[in-house]
């Protein structure tokens, strides 16, 4: 598989429990931002995503919150189970700058059954 | 995975060839990107396209150029890979410029 995980900050969590996954910004002006998850071998994919003109978005079993006054991000995925074992990456875009993606460095999730 | 697919998935060259990698979208969106992912770095955006012939430089370009001539296709050309140009290598689309990406299952590039 990919070793996307080298080096990468790594959260380990029980099956069942909720699991955060935090991420800091660098850009003031990102106006959009994204989170990721890429199982090994495989593209990112696309979980959920929140506009500066929010504080939080929720989907199925995750939410996404945003500070944008210390430029800090966070997934919040409830009752983790095994198959949410992964890297997760945020990403910000800046209006204007036709979608370009800055990625964070990723954060490896394994979850113990 | 979007209607993207990346051909090939998996290449070994030699130091010195040229190298060209083919990304084809059945999704008819308008932007195209072709980022990099190597351990350490997460991924970086080398090129990307806003539309036919519309292409511009990412954060690591050198050493790489790209072409668009029809909306369902984007190549990436390394003109004389080199070893620091292993690497996995993702191609996206999105529709609009501020909305989300998908991506395709990735080029492996092994250059020895």
């Known amino acids: 598989g990919e070793s996307v995980g080298l080096h990468l900050p790594t959260l380990s969590v029980q099956e069942g429990d909720n699991s955060i996954i935090n991420c800091a910004y660098s850009?003031?002006?990102?106006?959009?931002f994204i989170w990721y998850k890429q199982e090994s071998g495989k593209g990112p994919q696309f979980i959920i995503d929140?506009?500066?003109?929010?504080d939080k978005r929720q989907g199925q079993r995750v939410t996404v919150l945003l500070n944008k006054t210390v430029k800090h991000l966070s997934l919040q995925i409830a009752a983790t189970q095994p198959g949410d074992s992964a890297v997760y990456f945020c990403?910000?875009?800046?209006?204007?700058?036709?979608?370009?993606?800055?990625f964070g460095k990723g954060t490896k999730l394994s979850v113990k059954p | 995975d979007a209607g993207i697919t990346q051909s090939p998935r998996h290449k070994v060259t030699e130091t010195g060839t040229p190298v060209t990698l083919r990304c084809h979208q059945t999704?008819?969106?308008?932007?195209m990107y072709w980022y990099r992912q190597d351990p350490g770095h997460g991924l970086r955006l080398i090129h990307y396209?806003?539309?036919?012939?519309?292409?511009d430089k990412g954060e690591v370009s050198d050493g790489y150029s790209v072409s668009r001539s029809k909306t369902e296709d984007f190549l990436l050309t390394l003109e004389s890979a080199t070893s620091s140009q292993t690497s996995v290598y993702f191609c996206?689309?999105?529709?609009?410029?501020?909305?989300?990406?998908?991506f395709g299952q990735g080029t492996r590039l092994t250059v020895v």
């Open positions: 996206a689309i999105s529709s609009k410029s501020n909305t989300e990406a998908f």
């Open positions: 850009n003031s002006a990102s106006d959009y």
């Open positions: 929140i506009r500066s003109n929010m």
């Open positions: 990403a910000e875009n800046r209006w204007g700058s036709q979608g370009n993606l800055i």
């Open positions: 999704e008819n969106h308008r932007y």
């Open positions: 396209s806003y539309g036919v012939k519309d292409t």
